[in-house]
């Protein structure tokens, strides 16, 4: 049964047309066109989802990604070294609010194999390196415009708690034990 169902499941996969295989979701760079022993200026906007993130991901990208870079061969890989900024929607993990927030990626390196290909894709080395750069508990006040999360100070947490002053620590009231001493006595 399960045999069946994988046979026809690879029969579907290789009818799909190649050229709706998500081409535009892929960024690759054709090593053809970079000169022998020089480096190869890349620059432009990149619209095709990278990240490919779930609808429930608490961060959503929000416009396409810059790129300005220099691309070389370098011992049977592909170095890719230069600045990437891909905006984000991210949601506060104090207040709950979105905000914008963009990932900086500034002189840095991709390095791919190049596994005797001509078209090298660098999605899946971005991508990798663009999550990582997200910041795991994202607040508001730390996105790109200068902003006071309202919900912060509200909850107790290392930056915000004052330890207890003992001189306020209401003393132990021992003269309400009195009449049960007395009790014990009689
Ligand atoms: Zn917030």
Known sequence: MQNAFNARLTAIL????????????IMTIDIRTIPEDQCLAIEGE?????????????????????????ASLVSEHLLVRGNF?????????RCNNDFRHTVRLSEHSLLVSLEKLTLIDL????????????P???????????????????????????????KEVEPKDFS????LDK???D
């Open 14 to 25: 290789r009818f799909v047309p190649f050229e709706h295989a998500h081409l535009n979701e």
């Open 46 to 70: 990149f619209e095709g989802d990278i990240c490919s993130l779930s609808a429930n991901d608490a961060a959503r990208t929000t416009g396409p990604l810059t790129y300005k870079a220099e």
């Open 85 to 93: 900024l891909l905006p984000f929607i991210l949601t506060c993990s």
């Open 123 to 134: 999605t899946d080395a971005l991508r990798e390196d663009i999550i990582l750069a997200l």
């Open 136 to 166: 795991d508990f994202p607040h508001c006040d730390k996105g790109d415009n200068t902003q006071d999360c309202p919900a912060r100070g509200k909850f107790q947490t290392e930056e915000t708690f004052d330890p207890l002053d003992p």
């Open 176 to 179: 309400s034990w009195g009449p």
């Open 183 to 185: 009790l014990k006595l």
